[in-house]
């Protein structure tokens, strides 16, 4: 049963209430421009932003509407602390390249409070102390061993135990100083103006589906117009032309949620995560009319995977939030992220042999400042420049092979999804459904995806993801039908949220 008291009944992200951002035509014809950006996130608006003042021609792709896909469903915290990722990246990588990861992010920090002082952006932007900390005496060795890191990579922050400012008792914490929160969609939005005055071009739903050819790349879009270019610049979240270095079989999706609350006393001071499970992740905000709100996310599985109702775990996350009190909870949102095999992103040239052809992939979920590393590092490359950063984030790296119990794992699980969703039992026939619930339905006989909305409309649709044939199954939380393989989304009608495919379910006959 949801709780309709208190959780809302839709999914309306925070960053969602007070956008104010011009819309933008369909691309209704073909073109030749310098580059193409497929994706209006974080990583294209920005990158549009630094290639447009570089004086080259842009066009810019979104297939829905700009800053309505992960960018504007996040925490949207900007930060280097990225969980305990150090210990690891020095494990795979070495310890030139974890400083070098760490340097990135905090550069992107610093570009990003550059450009909103630049640009005069009003995001609500603050500087805030990250915390990461354990509860559980079994995951200190986990701290222990990343705070070694720290002081090895000089990183700065370390033990802050006593500095923690939550209501239950913290085992050990470690801090990463003068890290940042903001809006990001109001922060994107003040980019726009600039893009436009130096002669780039936005277009909404407009969806990419191939890229041909490496030396002098088109882009075609589902509508079937073309654009050349000399480069393409991908960064669509998952690789819409994933087949190319097939991505798909090296990055993970994985769905975490997040409620605002407005909490019954002050909320803590600084950004917080915790390393348990499940995770827990804490900031301030304020709501549209600048009353303080506690966002909580946390709840991370398998994109497509979830052992009980997926609006379960919105549940769970108002359970903790009520050891801050809650007065209500205005705001309940999801995302999507993708996870790398060494847990560092892909950005650079997709695929050997294609040299114009560029990925930023794999930010997990860290795309506020990652994103932004990808686009000051595309820019560069772009622009034929040196970039420090380049080997360590390049998708083709030799320290890949080392993941390959990731890949293993990974593409087990696939195929183990396909064979269970080719077996899987329908759960009841159309007919038994109530309104607002979807499921694997008998229908005419045959396996169907049905859902009856809330005027008793009944919407049926052939339950196999149009990307690589996985069944999908039914998100009841953000009313979707969300593959298990590679997380394509999509909505009660079939129609396609997020990628990696591009063609729209089958629709069935009622």
């Given at each position: 049963?949801?709780?309709?008291?208190?959780?809302?009944?839709?999914?309306?992200?925070?960053?969602?209430?007070?956008?104010?951002?011009?819309?933008?035509?369909?691309?209704?014809?073909?073109?030749?421009?310098?580059?193409?950006?497929?994706?209006?996130?974080?990583?294209?608006?920005?990158?549009?932003?630094?290639?447009a003042?570089?004086?080259?021609?842009?066009a810019?792709?979104?297939?829905?509407?700009l800053?309505?896909?992960?960018?504007?469903?996040?925490?949207?915290?900007?930060?280097?602390?990225?969980?305990?990722?150090?210990?690891?990246?020095?494990?795979?990588?070495?310890?030139?390249?974890?400083?070098?990861?760490y340097?990135?992010?905090?550069?992107?920090?610093?570009?990003?409070?550059k450009?909103?002082?630049?640009e005069?952006i009003?995001?609500?932007?603050?500087?805030?102390?990250?915390?990461?900390?354990?509860?559980?005496?079994?995951?200190?060795?986990?701290?222990?061993?990343?705070?070694q890191?720290?002081?090895?990579?000089?990183i700065n922050g370390?033990e802050?135990t006593?500095?923690?400012?939550?209501?239950?008792?913290?085992?050990?914490?470690?801090?990463?100083?003068?890290?940042?929160?903001?809006?990001?969609?109001?922060?994107?939005q003040?980019?726009?103006?600039s893009?436009?005055?130096?002669?780039?071009?936005?277009?909404?739903?407009?969806?990419?589906?191939?890229?041909?050819?490496?030396?002098?790349?088109?882009?075609?879009?589902?509508?079937g117009?073309?654009?050349?270019?000399?480069?393409?610049l991908?960064?669509?979240?998952?690789?819409?032309?994933?087949?190319?270095?097939?991505?798909?079989?090296?990055?993970?999706?994985?769905?975490?949620?997040?409620?605002?609350?407005?909490?019954?006393?002050?909320?803590?001071k600084?950004?917080?995560?915790?390393v348990?499970s499940?995770?827990?992740?804490?900031?301030?905000?304020t709501?549209?009319?600048g009353?303080?709100?506690?966002?909580?996310?946390?709840?991370?599985?398998?994109?497509?995977?979830?052992?009980?109702?997926?609006?379960?775990?919105?549940?769970a996350?108002?359970?903790?939030?009520?050891?801050?009190?809650?007065?209500?909870?205005?705001?309940?949102?999801?995302?999507?992220?993708?996870?790398?095999?060494?847990?560092?992103p892909?950005?650079?040239?997709?695929?050997?042999?294609?040299?114009?052809?560029?990925?930023?992939?794999?930010?997990?979920?860290?795309?506020?400042?990652?994103?932004?590393?990808?686009?000051?590092?595309?820019?560069?490359?772009?622009l034929?420049?040196?970039?420090?950063?380049a080997?360590?984030?390049?998708?083709?790296?030799?320290?890949?092979?080392?993941?390959?119990?990731?890949?293993?794992?990974?593409n087990?699980?696939?195929?183990?999804?396909?064979?269970?969703?080719?077996?899987h039992?329908?759960?009841?026939?159309?007919?038994?459904?109530?309104?607002?619930?979807?499921?694997?339905?008998?229908?005419n006989?045959?396996?169907?995806g049905?859902?009856?909305?809330?005027?008793?409309?009944?919407?049926?649709?052939?339950?196999t993801?149009?990307?690589?044939?996985?069944?999908?199954?039914?998100?009841?939380?953000?009313?979707s039908w969300d593959?298990?393989?590679?997380?394509?989304r999509?909505s009660?009608?079939?129609?396609?949220?997020?990628?990696?495919?591009?063609?729209?379910?089958?629709?069935m006959?009622?």
């Open positions: 049963m949801r709780d309709i008291n208190q959780i809302p009944s839709e999914a309306r992200s925070l960053w969602q209430e007070d956008r104010r951002i011009a819309t933008y035509p369909p691309l209704d014809k073909d073109l030749i421009v310098d580059v193409v950006i497929v994706g209006g996130g974080i990583t294209g608006l920005v990158s549009a932003y630094l290639l003042k570089e004086g080259k021609k842009i810019l792709l979104e297939a829905g509407s800053l309505e896909g992960t960018t504007g469903y996040t925490t949207a915290k900007i930060s280097s602390q990225h969980g305990p990722i150090y210990k690891e990246i020095m494990k795979i990588h070495g310890k030139e390249k974890a400083k070098l990861y340097e990135a992010n905090e550069e992107a920090l610093k570009y990003i409070r450009l909103q002082e630049e005069n009003a995001c609500d932007l603050t500087t805030e102390d990250a915390y990461l900390y354990t509860t559980n005496d079994k995951n200190l060795e986990i701290l222990e061993k990343e705070e890191a720290y002081n090895a990579l000089g370390g802050a006593a500095e923690v400012d939550l209501p239950y008792t913290v085992k050990k914490a470690l801090v990463l100083r003068n890290q940042a929160q903001f809006d990001p969609v109001k922060f994107l003040g980019l726009l103006p893009i436009k005055n130096n002669g780039g071009w936005i277009f909404e739903h407009t969806r990419a589906v191939s890229v041909k050819g490496s030396y002098e790349p088109t882009v075609k879009t589902e509508k117009h073309k654009i050349k270019c000399r480069d393409v991908v960064s669509s979240h998952f690789p819409f032309n994933d087949e190319q270095g097939a991505y798909f079989s090296r990055l993970h999706a994985q769905r975490s949620y997040s409620i605002a609350v407005k909490p019954v006393k002050t909320p803590p600084g950004m917080y995560l915790t348990d499940p995770s827990r992740s804490l900031r301030q905000a709501d549209p009319n009353e303080p709100l506690l966002l909580i996310g946390g709840q991370g599985h398998t994109a497509g995977k979830n052992d009980d109702s997926t609006f379960a775990n919105y549940e996350l108002k359970n903790y939030g009520e050891e801050f009190g809650i007065a209500s909870i205005p705001y309940r949102w999801s995302a999507q992220d993708l996870v790398s095999l060494d847990n560092v892909y950005i650079g040239q997709m695929v050997t042999g294609k040299k114009h052809v560029w990925v930023a992939t794999g930010f997990a979920k860290w795309g506020m400042s990652n994103g932004v590393v990808a686009a000051l590092l595309l820019k560069d490359l772009i034929e420049k040196e970039n420090r950063y080997a360590l984030f390049d998708p083709t790296r030799t320290e890949l092979k080392k993941g390959a119990s990731s890949f293993i794992k990974e087990t699980d696939v195929a183990k999804e396909l064979v269970k969703g080719k077996a039992r329908e759960d009841k026939t159309v007919e038994e459904l109530e309104r607002d619930e979807g499921s694997i339905v008998v229908h006989g045959k396996k169907a049905a859902y009856r909305d809330k005027a008793g409309n009944i919407h049926v649709i052939k339950p993801c149009t990307h690589m044939g996985c069944d999908v199954e039914w998100n009841d939380a953000e009313r593959c298990p393989c590679h997380g394509s999509f009660h009608t079939g129609s396609v949220i997020e990628g990696p495919a591009v063609k729209s379910l089958k629709k006959e009622k």
